[in-house]
């Protein structure tokens, strides 16, 4: 497999990459060493970290990553075997910083690893679901809360580990007609119940970056006004949400 990146072993021939973004290369010999680099700027917001990654490292192979900042101080990770390489950094020099992939033991110049550098804040979103809930409006339950329904993420295998909510919104989707509709959503987490104001579908006072998207959220609803003999809604919910890439 060709290498497009090669020659590249030391820091005079570092190659190039790209901020958020996955380079393919192979390491081609046990003497490889795959040098790169990249141009960063000092920040000093403390959430503002760099992730440096390398992932599928090839069976029966053990590689270490390295980085340099400009001053060539340096951070190594080293695993064993094939398990992933991860760095975190602030980067607090502005410059040119350099990114080694090294072999510990083992090659094989037929199978890429993956290199990644970039924000280790992603930004994702479920996009809109259906809950698979009904809540039946009848006169006899208007003013009230209706008693909550289980929306289970708790195991949703789609969603990073290390989601945790920016913004959530339900809608008003149903049958019938209704006005004045409170919609709630309770975190077993906070143990908070926050809601929707009526004719709104954003679910007000959020803590961001707080509460993991993964748990089980109870739903409920209550309204006001019935206009029609009875009624029903079946909430659909989306969850806006960033995440630590791994």
């Known amino acids: 497999m060709t290498d497009p990146y090669e020659p590249n072993n030391n820091s005079d021939s570092a190659k190039s990459i790209s901020y958020n973004q996955y380079t393919l290369a192979n390491i081609d010999t046990a003497y490889d060493e795959d040098w790169y680099k ?7 917001d403390p959430n503002e970290i760099v992730a440096f990654l390398l992932k599928d490292i090839p069976a029966g192979c053990d590689y270490d990553l390295y ?13 064993s075997g094939n398990s992933d390489e991860r760095i975190y950094i ?10 080694v992939v ?6 094989d110049d037929n199978a890429n690893y993956k290199l990644f550098v970039g924000d280790v804040w992603q930004n994702g979103t479920t996009g809109w679901r259906s809950t698979n809930m009904t809540f039946n409006f009848t006169s006899s339950n208007v003013g009230t809360i209706l008693p909550y329904q289980i ?31 409170h919609k709630y959503i309770y975190s077993p987490q906070t143990r908070v119940r926050y809601e929707t104001y009526p004719g709104l579908d954003y679910v007000l006072n959020i ?7 993964k748990q089980q959220w109870g739903i409920s609803t209550g309204i006001e006004h019935l206009f029609t003999p009875t009624a029903k809604w079946t909430p659909n919910i989306y969850f806006a949400y960033k995440y630590i890439i791994q």
């Not at 980085?67 to 695993?79: C, M």
């Not at 090294?102 to 090659?107: K, L, Q």
């Not at 993420?153 to 019938?176: C, E, H, K, R």
């Open 67 to 79: 980085v340099f900042d400009p001053n060539f101080n340096y951070a190594a990770s080293q695993n």
């Open 102 to 107: 090294v072999p510990y033991s083992g090659y």
């Open 90 to 99: 602030q980067v607090q020099t502005t410059g040119t910083w350099y990114v």
């Open 38 to 44: 990249i141009y960063l700027t000092a920040s000093s």
């Open 207 to 213: 803590p961001e970056n707080t509460l993991s998207v």
């Open 151 to 181: 929306f289970d993420l708790s195991n949703d295998a789609s969603i990073p580990d290390t989601a945790v909510v920016q913004y959530i919104q339900i809608d008003s989707t149903g049958v019938g007609s209704w006005s004045e509709q």
